[in-house]
């Protein structure tokens, strides 16, 4: 048997919870066996120890919004070559789970393959209506490989939901859009749809997010069963679906860094920046350069050739200003946020989401809850929460030591010493 003790000068457990000063986490396996004060009994018994004596150790992230085969830049790709530095750069960066929410159908036996990974759980397909989101940049290719699939009746629905359960899926993934990039109307479900998909995921235990991306399509999720509601709008959201999701408890994934790191990174020229510039891989370093310079030669009413996103360059970025209003507004009326990054896309990459934080901190959130956000709350959009996300007993040994102290500067989340999956140490820069 594996056992150690981490001794903590800090102990955040991830359920909002006050800090634990000294205490001591013994791991056995791959679980928490027990945390106590430090000054019990002897550490004779255990294969080694974790000295954190002056550090904090926390929970490992959840990323409960990512595409774990998405490259970076300013296109999206299904590229499996890209897929084992996506999942290493993850795990590096302190994310120990993730929910992945939209991918090739290849993603479920990533968990076989011999690589450094986190926990990666998935939805494979986004479920949408004949002609649905996200048919407007959709390939072919994309349907063909699973990431997406149109579905009609009510026996549709309930077949697709059935085959993504035999495919291990860990949540269902669906849309609420109405409106395109270019602002016309698009195909989108009817309620009695809509209804029937939550209706088939939640009898087999399943969760359902919904991507959302304008204000209107909010009140048809809400009132039909969805779980999570992911994207903070582009517009002003209403008030009265904010307090509808409050009063019903429905978690907001709201992937702010999405958005402000793309216009920023564009914006500011990041490529050319020496203190981002070694983030930037080799493999997608040209085409970042060159969607850059076609940023800045595009006026702010015109779109900006090479993205997929059909939406010009000032409304872009009013989005990113706007989508950080509604989470201010969601947040001030006590709603659940969880995190998630909607990585990678743009300047979002596969490392530590450090930008996510700091944005739920900057909307008016604790510390300690931006941190449950990212830990426990995440877990749970896709119901995993009695395994994952906090320090207790009997759950997963995925477990961070951060060199600093996130409660009294959020951005110390990226000063990772240590970072542990299930009891083995996946990380450690103290060696």
Same mark, same amino acid.
């Given at each position: 048997m594996n056992r150690y003790v981490?001794?903590?000068g800090t102990l955040i457990d991830g359920t909002g919870a006050p800090p634990v000063k000294n205490a001591r986490l013994i791991v056995e396996n791959d679980k928490i066996a027990r945390i106590e004060k430090e000054g019990g009994n002897g550490i004779d018994e255990f294969s080694g120890d974790v000295d954190a004596r002056t550090k904090t150790v926390m929970p490992g992230l959840i990323d409960s919004h990512k595409h774990i085969f998405n490259n970076g830049g300013p296109t999206i790709s299904l590229l499996l070559s890209t897929v084992k530095r996506n999942a290493k750069d993850t795990i590096m960066g302190g994310v120990t789970s993730c929910l992945d929410l939209g991918s090739a159908s290849t993603i479920r036996f990533l968990q076989k393959l011999p690589i450094l990974q986190p926990r990666i759980f998935y939805a494979i397909s986004?479920?949408?209506?004949?002609?649905?989101?996200?048919? =407007?940049? !959709?390939?072919?290719?994309?349907?063909?490989?699973?990431?997406?699939? +149109?579905?009609? &009746?009510?026996? =549709?629905?309930?077949?697709?939901?059935r085959k993504l359960v035999k495919r291990g899926v860990s949540a269902i993934k669906t849309v609420n859009v109405s409106r395109t990039f270019t602002g016309s109307?698009?195909? &989108?479900? &009817?309620?009695t749809q809509l209804t029937t998909l939550t209706d088939a995921a939640h009898s087999h235990g399943l969760k359902v997010c919904s991507h959302i991306t304008y204000p209107e399509d909010y009140a048809q999720a809400i009132r039909c069963g969805v779980d999570s509601l992911h994207h903070a709008a582009f517009e002003a959201m209403k008030e009265e679906d904010l307090d509808a999701m409050v009063e019903k408890g429905i978690t907001f994934v709201p992937t702010l860094s999405l958005f402000d790191l793309f216009v920023r990174g564009f914006e500011e020229r990041w490529c050319v920046n020496p203190a981002f510039n070694p983030s930037i891989h080799k493999s997608i370093s040209k085409a970042i350069r060159e969607f850059t310079e076609n940023w800045h030669n595009t006026p702010d009413d015109k779109v900006v050739e090479g993205t997929f996103i059909k939406i010009p360059k000032g409304e872009l970025k009013k989005a990113a200003a706007m989508q950080i209003k509604n989470l201010k507004a969601f947040v001030k009326k006590?709603?659940?946020?969880?995190?998630?990054?909607?990585?990678?896309?743009?300047?979002? !990459?596969?490392? &530590?989401?450090?930008?996510?934080? +700091?944005?739920m901190e900057a909307c008016g959130m604790s510390r300690m809850n931006v941190i449950k956000a990212s830990t426990l709350t995440a877990a749970s959009v896709f119901g995993k929460e009695h395994e994952i996300g906090s320090l207790e007993p009997g759950k997963y040994a995925d477990i961070l030591v951060i060199n600093g102290d996130p409660l009294s500067n959020i951005s110390d989340i990226k000063k990772i010493e240590t970072v542990i999956k299930g009891g083995n140490i996946v990380k450690d820069a103290t060696q």
């Open positions: 981490i001794h903590c986004i479920l949408t209506c004949k002609g649905g989101y996200p048919a =407007e940049y !959709f390939p072919k290719l994309f349907y063909l490989v699973g990431a997406g699939k +149109e579905v009609a &009746t009510k026996e =549709e629905i309930r077949k697709a939901v109307a698009c195909p &989108t479900w &009817t309620d006590g709603g659940v946020v969880a995190m998630g990054t909607d990585a990678s896309l743009g300047f979002s !990459f596969h490392t &530590t989401p450090v930008r996510e934080l +700091e944005l």
